[in-house]
């Protein structure tokens, strides 16, 4: 992946130059840095990449680590596997990407499965989730997969929890009637909901729910 774009940033009202690229050993503690900034306390510090997981990503399936650059200075990243796994499989993060090593990583996987994204506050008016989001699908259509699939974090739920169920809680994100920091993000993006899951991660922001989404290949 080597992706020039532009991207323009509301509060300076200026554009930026960005790059999209795949992330190497260099980055690493750049991309830890980020990693903490997106993903202040209460999120457990132990679900933080640390390098030994990085190098697992880059050494696995390169073309699934990305990052993107404003102005030179790494601002996000994500990182996807190929997995085989069903929607309606029950599973956990932990389970999955085998506790973010990416152990379990298929090579001849039909689904990308995204096991992190996360942008430095700083740069979240330039949209730059959208953008890696983008940059995935493209990796969908080119290794000619089903979908991109993903559990997504539901930051807001813990203030709701008492008295929607989580079904509730995604339909009225959906309908724009309640905002969630990712939720909305990702159905903007083009991702459709598919079911809570219970259990999906430690995160009590996210009463430890994740919402499973997918983004089908319109080409296969």
Same mark, same amino acid.
């Given at each position: 992946?080597?992706?020039?774009?532009?991207?323009?940033?509301?509060?300076?009202?200026?554009?930026?130059?960005?790059?999209?690229?795949?992330?190497?050993?260099?980055?690493?503690?750049?991309?830890?840095?980020?990693?903490?900034?997106?993903?202040?306390?209460?999120?457990?510090?132990?679900?933080?990449?640390?390098?030994?997981?990085?190098?697992?990503?880059?050494?696995?399936?390169?073309?699934?680590?990305?990052?993107?650059?404003?102005?030179?200075?790494?601002?996000?990243?994500?990182?996807?596997?190929?997995?085989?796994?069903?929607?309606?499989?029950?599973?956990?993060?932990?389970?999955?990407?085998?506790?973010?090593?990416?152990?379990?990583?298929?090579?001849?996987?039909?689904?990308?499965?995204?096991?992190?994204?996360?942008?430095?506050?700083?740069?979240?008016?330039?949209?730059?989730?959208?953008?890696?989001?983008? &940059?995935? %699908?493209?990796?969908?259509?080119?290794?000619?997969?089903?979908? !991109?699939?993903?559990?997504? #974090?539901? =930051?807001?739920?813990?203030?709701?929890?008492?008295?929607?169920?989580?079904?509730?809680?995604?339909?009225?994100?959906?309908?724009?009637?309640?905002?969630?920091?990712?939720?909305?993000?990702?159905?903007?993006?083009?991702?459709?909901?598919?079911?809570?899951? &219970?259990? %999906?991660?430690?995160?009590?922001?996210?009463?430890?729910?994740? !919402?499973?989404?997918?983004? #089908?290949? =319109?080409?296969?």
């Amino acid at each position: 992946m080597d992706k020039w774009v532009y991207g323009y940033d509301v509060k300076s009202k200026r554009f930026n130059h960005i790059h999209i690229r795949n992330y190497e050993e260099q980055d690493f503690s750049r991309l830890i840095e980020v990693q903490k900034k997106a993903f202040p306390p209460p999120f457990p510090s132990d679900l933080w990449w640390d390098e030994e997981q990085l190098y697992n990503h880059i050494s696995i399936f390169r073309d699934g680590c990305i990052c993107i650059e404003v102005e030179g200075e790494i601002a996000g990243s994500m990182t996807a596997m190929r997995t085989e796994i069903n929607e309606n499989t029950h599973h956990t993060w932990e389970e999955v990407t085998a506790g973010g090593t990416m152990r379990t990583h298929n090579p001849n996987g039909s689904v990308l499965y995204v096991v992190d994204i996360c942008i430095d506050p700083a740069y979240r008016s330039l949209g730059l989730g959208s953008q890696l989001t983008q &940059a995935m %699908y493209e990796t969908v259509v080119h290794y000619k997969l089903d979908r !991109l699939m993903g559990g997504a #974090r539901m =930051p807001a739920y813990h203030k709701y929890k008492n008295d929607l169920t989580p079904e509730e809680y995604v339909n009225l994100v959906l309908k724009n009637e309640i905002t969630d920091p990712v939720l909305t993000f990702l159905f903007k993006a083009g991702r459709s909901p598919v079911c809570p899951m &219970a259990e %999906y991660i430690d995160d009590k922001e996210s009463c430890n729910y994740g !919402l499973i989404t997918e983004w #089908r290949n =319109p080409f296969t």
